[in-house]
């Protein structure tokens, strides 16, 4: 299995987690990301430390508390069932959460110094958009992106109709040469419905010294370290990914494959 997929667990471990990807697991310096499966009732304490966090229920409803406030939020049952909530908090805050339902949440980090204060997202503040045409059109959900002022983090939720490309044409965003392009790590969090497909994704470089073609389950995370990272969902199957990128400019500024850009 290729260095660049990280598998979910059946069962979650004594945290809740499912799935895990850190700096040091991924071997870069900035996106962490994790889910927990926690049946109703269930409860794991955290704490932000030296990172900026956010909470993003993929599937049912929670309630934080933490010195800093408390919330609940939630409530899709999965996430094709429209925009989602989402919990930013900065760096050193203890806080816990307690599924009220059964609760599948994606927590994104990335390292930071102050942040900002924290505060909630709501469905109704996500101004979902058509991106593409033809087979190339999907949805992008920005959740923490450009409009929405943080310290590192950039989050966004993508849904791929069957028999469409998503993140393409393909782009990257491996260099620190702003204003063209900015560097970011990024992983892919893939969910697929039914269940039982698959997606296709590839992660290459212009000179080939990567280049992975990944069959992609559900619940799998891609690491995306460097190179073009387009997406491909198979027909009878719907994709989405949740989207962490981050990196040492808050900004993101991408470049097209010479060879596809024709189709931009």
Request: charged share 30%.
């Amino acid at each position: 299995m290729s260095d660049l997929i990280v598998k979910s667990k059946d069962e979650p471990d004594e945290q809740g987690s499912v799935v895990r990807v850190t700096p040091e697991s991924a071997g870069w310096e900035y996106v962490g990301f994790e889910v927990l499966k926690l049946a109703a009732g269930e409860t794991v304490e955290r704490r932000t430390g030296g990172e900026e966090v956010c909470l993003v229920p993929v599937s049912g409803t929670c309630s934080v508390s933490s010195d800093s406030g408390g919330w609940e939020f939630g409530g899709r049952e999965g996430p094709f069932d429209g925009p989602p909530h989402a919990l930013y908090l900065p760096p050193g805050v203890d806080y816990r959460v307690e599924a009220t339902s059964g609760l599948e949440l994606a927590v994104c980090t990335a390292p930071a110094e102050r942040g900002v204060e924290p505060f909630l997202v709501r469905p109704e503040e996500i101004e979902a958009e058509m991106r593409g045409s033809g087979n190339m059109e999907r949805e992008v959900r920005p959740i923490l992106m450009a409009e929405r002022e943080v310290e590192r983090l950039l989050v966004v939720e993508v849904l791929t109709p069957n028999g469409h490309w998503s993140s393409y044409p393909p782009h990257k965003h491996d260099r620190d040469a702003p204003p063209d392009e900015t560097y970011l790590e990024e992983t892919y969090y893939h969910r697929i419905r039914p269940q039982r497909g698959f997606a296709v994704q590839r992660v290459y470089t212009d000179d080939r010294s990567l280049d992975e073609t990944l069959a992609v389950r559900d619940g799998d995370v891609v690491l995306v370290p460097k190179g073009y990272h387009p997406v491909s969902a198979p027909p009878g199957y719907d994709l989405y990914y949740l989207n962490v990128m981050a990196g040492p400019i808050r900004e993101w500024k991408f470049k097209n494959d010479p060879d596809h850009e024709w189709l931009f």
